[in-house]
């Protein structure tokens, strides 16, 4: 069983900067494809950025460019540095895990655990 916790949401004006942590129990970690998700009002969740246990990375094509994933395997915790943030990127951000270690998850259906969520709202 892994659980998540994920923290860093809040409120944050047009073109500025949020870091999202999500931290993950267990001792195996580095073994897991990490993922982040995001839902907004009336929408449905989708995916934002995923990456491997061995580090590639893959993310949605809107945010490309602007947000960056990463892993600490030895802190077991996976960030997600969003910069130059648009109110479309307001949602409730979830972080997900499942055992891969070469290749990325994109698929909610991939994942076995997910976190609580962590909400971002973008002011224009």
């Known amino acids: 069983q892994v659980q998540l916790v994920e923290s860093g949401g809040g409120l944050v004006q047009a073109g500025g900067s949020l870091r999202l942590s999500c931290a993950a129990s267990?001792?195996?970690?580095?073994?897991?494809?990490m993922g982040w998700f995001r839902q907004a009002p009336g929408k449905a969740r989708e995916f934002v950025a995923a990456?491997?246990?061995?580090?590639?990375?893959y993310y949605e094509d809107s945010v490309k460019g602007r947000f960056t994933i990463s892993r600490d395997n030895a802190k077991n915790t996976v960030y997600l540095q969003m910069n130059s943030l648009k109110p479309e990127d307001t949602a409730v951000y979830y972080c997900?895990?499942?055992?891969?270690?070469?290749?990325?998850?994109?698929?909610?259906?991939?994942?076995?655990?997910w976190g609580q969520g962590t909400q971002v709202t973008v002011s224009s």
């Open positions: 990456i491997a246990g061995g580090g590639n990375t």
């Open positions: 997900a895990a499942t055992l891969g270690f070469r290749l990325v998850k994109v698929r909610e259906r991939d994942y076995d655990y």
């Open positions: 267990g001792r195996t970690f580095s073994s897991y494809a």
